[in-house]
């Protein structure tokens, strides 16, 4: 590609800038520079002035720049049920979720889903995710050729259900595992791709299954494992009477070896401390996903007390639980958690848990999530305000905080200008001139 210089406001995080704190020096801010990104779609400089006349310059001036957001759990498929009706969540599972699943068995649907799925993501300007196909290989294979098309970073895998669940989205363990293998020879470690082995959670897996889940990570260091845990009270009850041996929902993960530094746990609302200091010491993540919650009533998520044990955090759409991919909407409904929670977070913890602190949860922080030279240049350019309540508002942001608080509860995708995956725009607005 041609080396390439961006102009505009640029907002990135030098460090953790904690949950309250609205004068944090770990964020970094420099209006109107310039972002080289070289011919390898890395980030080259960030410097006042503009380069040389060997770079091409796009100008942004009087825009926002930030890192590409990152979406640490989210279901490719259920964008086809995104925005149902009225269940908790075992219930919204067999009503909605299963049989859209359900189709994905077909090549021909799997591949037309991940590839409105992939370009779904970069349109709400989120450039790297944690993915969960369906039960199918044929899904996992068509998101890890449809991102490695488009240059994304993505972590994804085949479910794994063999047990409560309906007889077209059961598999069996030996299968199962046959299926892991081939795809993690086919796709772990090639380009940006990762494998994450992933069982769906502890009610549809098998004492079997999640101990050969288990064998995988030990027989191939560096897969990620993706899984839900302590969502729904209701959830939390049955896991306990189907896994009457373990200390809690966590512990079943642990007693088949699948809490590990690269383990990514979607929701952990209803943990006790037993359960954080497990997580801290392993190194795992919760993904918060404030949307999914609210929508589906599941609970208010402490992140102050996540925080406190030691563990990782990171903020999460959980389409189709949650009601929009973008993760501006995320953001601010995990502001809305927080509050309910009695914890007031600024706009920076919300935007570092999508950013620099979700990559380094994934241990991709030498990749993405910041704008430092050497990284790779996974980019999006943000319109401050749209409309005249949008424009009204930022007019009169007293600090910048305040600024992109505003822009933080009151933006959504038609705010994205562009977003860049190692350089390349993937996603360019038509009026964004």
Request: glycine content about 8%; charged content about 20%.
């Amino acid at each position: 590609m041609t080396p390439t210089a961006i102009r505009a406001d640029l907002l990135d995080f030098v460090a953790d800038p904690g949950l309250d704190d609205r004068a944090s020096p770990a964020v970094r801010w420099r209006p109107d520079h310039w972002l080289l990104i070289d011919a390898h779609g890395r980030i080259a400089a960030v410097q006042p002035e503009a380069p040389g006349d060997d770079w091409h310059k796009v100008d942004h001036a009087g825009r926002l720049l930030l890192p590409g957001f990152i979406d640490s759990h989210v279901h490719a498929p259920q964008l086809d049920v995104i925005a149902s009706w009225g269940t908790e969540l075992l219930d919204w599972l067999n009503t909605y979720t299963f049989p859209a699943e359900a189709a994905y068995a077909d090549p021909a649907v799997a591949q037309a889903g991940a590839e409105r799925f992939l370009d779904a993501l970069l349109a709400h300007g989120t450039t790297s995710a944690a993915v969960f196909a369906t039960v199918h290989r044929v899904s996992a294979d068509a998101l890890l050729a449809g991102a490695q098309a488009r240059g994304m970073r993505l972590i994804t895998g085949k479910v794994l259900m063999d047990t409560h669940a309906p007889d077209n989205l059961r598999d069996d363990v030996v299968q199962a595992e046959g299926h892991c293998e081939a795809l993690i020879a086919r796709w772990h470690g090639q380009g940006r791709l990762a494998y994450a082995v992933t069982p769906r959670f502890a009610a549809t897996s098998s004492e079997a299954q999640l101990a050969m889940a288990g064998r995988l990570l030990t027989r191939h260091p560096g897969l990620y494992l993706q899984t839900h845990v302590a969502e729904n009270r209701a959830e939390v009850a049955w896991v306990a009477e189907l896994f009457p041996q373990a200390r809690s929902y966590l512990d079943v993960y642990a007693r088949h070896g699948l809490l590990t530094e690269r383990a990514v746990l979607a929701h952990g609302i209803w943990l006790d401390d037993v359960d954080r200091r497990a997580l801290a010491d392993a190194g795992a993540q919760i993904a918060f996903c404030p949307s999914s919650n609210l929508f589906l009533g599941s609970g208010l998520f402490g992140w102050a007390q996540a925080r406190a044990a030691g563990v990782n955090v990171s903020l999460a759409s959980d389409v189709g639980g949650g009601t929009a991919l973008c993760q501006l909407r995320t953001l601010a409904d995990g502001y809305k958690v927080q509050a309910l929670a009695g914890q007031r977070v600024t706009a920076w913890a919300l935007l570092h848990g999508a950013t620099r602190g979700a990559a380094e949860a994934l241990r991709l922080g030498h990749e993405i999530g910041r704008l430092e030279p050497g990284l790779l240049a996974d980019v999006c350019v943000w319109d401050w305000a749209q409309g005249p309540v949008g424009q009204r508002r930022d007019a009169l942001a007293r600090g910048l905080h305040e600024r992109v608080f505003a822009w933080l509860t009151l933006g959504d995708e038609r705010h994205l200008v562009e977003a860049r995956v190692a350089g390349v725009a993937r996603h360019t607005r038509p009026d964004s001139a």
